[in-house]
């Protein structure tokens, strides 16, 4: 069956300081792959997702994430944090065999603080 | 504003009660969603519809009835609710084509004390 683990509960940088947010997924074959994240009392925000193509995706807010397959990771990455920055941030999977990204699994999440 | 919204945001109920969590997307999707997110932060599907049909059905148990009056409503009723009920219920929206992903409401905390 399909997973996704974020190995980091809870990540603490200062602002300004690199992050970097780490996915691994368990699937045969190369699946879809999103990052999304969730600010207190809202949605969640599509930040940057891959289909296939380039391994380095370009996504809102200055994020990036790289795809690599024989390591079967997903990392979100930004050189420089802002205090806005602040916010839970999930994984996910989706299924090209389905047809569809619509049916997505979620890891767990990385909830991130920034320190002024 | 064009966006999916889900009412109540909060729900405090006791156990046995029947609830129901209402969601309405103006986006234009014919795909809506229900997730639930529960206490460890996992967000997995539990169902789908499309043009008022239901096309996913994960294992949910038969207390949870999704009701889709047209295309843009997805309301999830809930009969005799337990204390494993309490999570974070979100609702989304898509169009049923490849690569369209889904926009999710803010979530409704749903507390079954």
């Known amino acids: 069956a399909q997973s996704v683990t974020q190995p980091d509960i809870h990540i603490t940088v200062s602002e300004g300081a690199s992050l970097e947010l780490r996915c691994n997924y368990s699937?045969?074959?190369?699946?879809?792959l999103f990052w999304y994240v969730q600010s207190p009392g809202q949605g969640l925000q599509l930040l940057l997702k891959y289909f296939s193509g380039d391994t380095l995706v370009q996504g809102i807010k200055g994020f990036e994430a790289e795809f690599k397959r024989s390591q079967s990771s997903f990392n979100l990455r930004k050189p420089s944090v802002h205090w806005s920055d602040a916010a839970e941030y999930f994984c996910?999977?989706?299924?090209?065999?389905?047809?569809?990204?619509?049916?997505?699994?979620f890891g767990s999440g990385t909830q991130l603080t920034v320190l002024p | 504003d064009t966006a999916v919204s889900q009412t109540p945001k909060y729900l405090v109920t006791q156990m046995g009660n029947d609830k129901s969590i209402k969601c309405e997307q103006n986006l234009g999707h014919d795909t809506m969603y229900w997730y639930k997110q529960d206490s460890k932060k996992f967000l997995k599907i539990m169902f789908s519809y499309n043009n008022k049909e239901l096309i996913i059905n994960e294992t949910v148990p038969n207390r949870f009835s999704p009701k889709s009056p047209d295309k843009a409503h997805l309301n999830l009723h809930i009969n005799s609710l337990e204390l494993g009920d309490s999570a974070v219920y979100f609702c989304?929206?898509?169009?049923?084509?490849?690569?369209?992903?889904?926009?999710f409401g803010s979530g409704t905390r749903l507390t079954v004390v």
């Open positions: 699937y045969g074959a190369t699946p879809y």
């Open positions: 996910a999977v989706g299924y090209p065999g389905s047809g569809s990204a619509r049916q997505l699994t």
């Open positions: 989304a929206s898509s169009l049923l084509e490849l690569g369209q992903l889904p926009t």
